[in-house]
């Protein structure tokens, strides 16, 4: 994917720097080389190292199969031992998010956009990308239904349009919306009027209703657009929705990446300890 493309090439960017800073040819790099540059990452986290090391190996035999080097260094990238159990989620409290919510003016037309934008992420989990790829021609008004591609999973996905997200959406497009010949939905309210920009998280509205809302985060939580979907999923397991169905709901191809939110299902793994004591007096005769 772009994405996927773009993180690649940021991490091949720190290989090929160093190179520069040490006047390292292509075809001059040996084994030696790969343990000095390792040694510059120590500052970055385990997983961080990691990653770097894949996207490394990935430009040597690039180098090799172009015939930029004699040999495939690849194998020769230090392994980096790291552990990949997956991080839990973070998610907000209900009221925060309703706080959230209750603090845009929708009186205005920026209001009205991040109204629509927040709602598409609370209420269905949809991703930052998927919502600023959004075009006018994906809203289903006669289904109720938003059908869009997933740029992440290149997956098509149908979106129901929620009575409070369509009046929104409608709000938006009626009296928030600048006039412009672009055919994403969601744009910039400044002039020229364009879509948003590909490498925008749109993390300024979330920082700029948070402080209005007075909401206050402990240091170690994330709060970026992408929690709000976090926080979804942590509703409907409250709701005893089945995986399944929040895998649907969240767009992952796979339930094993939906899995990492049974973690945060407290309820659900209180249900699920044994008693030690019950273990120990039970009968085996």
Same mark, same amino acid.
């Given at each position: 994917s772009p994405v996927g493309m773009?993180?690649?090439?940021?991490?091949?960017?720190?290989?090929?720097?160093?190179l520069?800073?040490?006047?390292?040819?292509?075809?001059?790099?040996?084994?030696?080389?790969?343990?000095?540059?390792?040694?510059?990452?120590?500052?970055?986290?385990?997983k961080t190292i990691s990653a770097i090391h894949v996207a490394t190996r990935s430009f040597l035999?690039?180098?090799?199969?172009?015939?930029?080097?004699?040999?495939?260094?690849?194998?020769?990238?230090?392994?980096?031992k790291s552990s990949y159990g997956t991080r839990i989620p973070s998610v907000w409290k209900p009221e925060d998010?309703?706080?959230?919510?209750?603090?845009?003016?929708?009186?205005n037309s920026t209001g009205k956009r991040d109204y629509a934008i927040?709602?598409?992420?609370t209420r269905l989990g949809m991703r930052v990308g998927d919502i600023k790829s959004l075009k006018l021609s994906d809203l289903q008004w006669e289904h109720r239904r938003i059908n869009v591609v997933q740029q992440k999973t290149l997956r098509t996905v149908d979106?129901? $349009?929620? +009575?409070?997200?369509?009046? !929104?959406? %409608?709000?938006?497009? &009626?009296?928030?919306?600048?006039?412009?010949?672009?055919p994403f939905l969601f744009i910039r309210h400044n002039a020229p009027f364009?879509?948003?920009?590909?490498?925008?998280?749109?993390?300024?509205? $979330?920082? +700029?209703?948070?402080?209005? !809302?007075? %909401?206050?985060?402990? &240091?170690?939580?994330?709060?970026?657009?992408?929690?709000?979907?976090?926080?979804?999923?942590?509703?409907?397991?409250d709701m005893h929705t089945p995986l399944e169905v929040i895998?649907?709901?969240?767009?992952?191809?796979?339930?094993?990446?939906?899995?990492?939110?049974?973690?945060i299902d407290l309820e659900g793994l209180r249900r699920c300890a044994l008693d030690p004591q019950a273990v120990f007096d039970y009968d085996l005769t």
């Amino acid at each position: 994917s772009p994405v996927g493309m773009r993180t690649r090439m940021n991490r091949v960017t720190l290989f090929v720097d160093f190179l520069h800073r040490s006047d390292i040819t292509p075809n001059a790099i040996t084994p030696a080389h790969l343990s000095q540059f390792t040694t510059t990452l120590m500052h970055h986290h385990a997983k961080t190292i990691s990653a770097i090391h894949v996207a490394t190996r990935s430009f040597l035999q690039f180098l090799y199969l172009k015939g930029f080097h004699e040999k495939d260094l690849s194998s020769d990238v230090p392994c980096f031992k790291s552990s990949y159990g997956t991080r839990i989620p973070s998610v907000w409290k209900p009221e925060d998010v309703k706080k959230l919510l209750a603090s845009i003016d929708r009186a205005n037309s920026t209001g009205k956009r991040d109204y629509a934008i927040l709602l598409l992420v609370t209420r269905l989990g949809m991703r930052v990308g998927d919502i600023k790829s959004l075009k006018l021609s994906d809203l289903q008004w006669e289904h109720r239904r938003i059908n869009v591609v997933q740029q992440k999973t290149l997956r098509t996905v149908d979106y129901p $349009i929620l +009575k409070d997200i369509g009046w !929104a959406i %409608i709000d938006y497009l &009626k009296d928030g919306r600048p006039k412009t010949d672009t055919p994403f939905l969601f744009i910039r309210h400044n002039a020229p009027f364009e879509p948003f920009g590909m490498h925008a998280n749109l993390h300024n509205i $979330i920082t +700029k209703y948070a402080r209005r !809302a007075g %909401i206050v985060f402990p &240091k170690e939580q994330h709060h970026g657009l992408h929690s709000l979907r976090h926080t979804l999923a942590k509703t409907l397991l409250d709701m005893h929705t089945p995986l399944e169905v929040i895998s649907q709901v969240l767009g992952h191809m796979d339930i094993q990446s939906t899995k990492v939110y049974l973690s945060i299902d407290l309820e659900g793994l209180r249900r699920c300890a044994l008693d030690p004591q019950a273990v120990f007096d039970y009968d085996l005769t």
